[in-house]
């Protein structure tokens, strides 16, 4: 038997993100507003190469599934890795990841036959208002479990579809956690996706991912406007590291 402590650790037991070797690049993709530099993954290659829509890198993973049956467990994932830089110094504010896919549970068990997708995520503070950042810790580390469905109380499924999303307020989380006051103007994201399957004897366990996405949100132009006599526009050249 699985306790669900154990299985959510499982879940999100994430590979060290600073030094994990990403060895599959797909190089920089610029949004709207937001640049992302040297897109990469490891070499398990689940998520192939993005398309850009807005300031959102859009993933459509071939072959991130997993699956157990008879007592079976099945943990996959697959760590992606950008440096994200609004194009006009910009502050970083929010951080936006969506995933989907589909699952299946079957066969008698309870609880115990379950499929969770979690992810971890590392992200580094590179530059404050524009300029290097080198105080220490530079690092901000977040988890979170966006899918979790088992048996017993889900009962059996035969490729429903799931989703799930997380928000990352990251000028927030630096200033409470690391002390920084400034704008974020560039960062380091590394982040550790999971999926994972567990089965009993009579039971069987299906999770795939379908789609990734990962999006940054900047203020809007009309909140950087400088205060005083009518507004005045906010404008730079796109920079690249």
């Known amino acids: 038997m699985f306790s669900k402590s154990l299985m959510t650790a499982a879940a999100l037991t994430a590979v060290d993100a600073l030094t994990a070797q ?113 105080d220490n810790p530079s690092i901000l580390n977040f988890s979170e479990i966006l899918a979790d469905f088992n048996l017993e109380d889900d009962g059996e499924n035969l490729l429903p579809a799931w989703s799930g999303s997380v928000s990352i307020d990251i000028a927030e989380a630096a200033e409470q956690e690391l002390g920084i006051t400034g704008d974020i103007t560039k960062a380091a994201v590394v982040i550790d996706n999971q999926l994972i399957a567990l089965s009993e004897d009579d039971s069987v366990a299906f999770i795939d991912k379908k789609a990734f996405e990962i999006g940054i949100v900047v203020p809007e132009p009309a909140s950087l406007a400088l205060v005083g006599a009518g507004a005045i526009a906010i404008m730079g050249r796109r920079r690249y590291a």
């Open 22 to 134: 990403a060895t599959i690049v797909y190089g920089d993709y610029e949004g709207d507003t937001i640049d992302s530099l040297d897109v990469s993954e490891d070499d398990k290659a689940r998520f192939g190469a993005p398309i850009v829509s807005g300031d959102t890198l859009v993933f459509t993973p071939l072959n991130f599934e997993a699956l157990a049956a008879s007592g079976d467990i099945d943990l996959v994932d697959g760590t992606l890795s950008t440096i994200l830089m609004p194009a006009d110094d910009s502050p970083l504010i929010t951080l936006e990841l969506f995933e989907s896919g589909f699952f299946t549970l079957s066969g008698e068990g309870d609880e115990d036959t379950r499929v969770i997708a979690g992810l971890a995520v590392t992200i580094n503070i590179l530059e404050v208002d524009g300029e290097v950042y080198t």
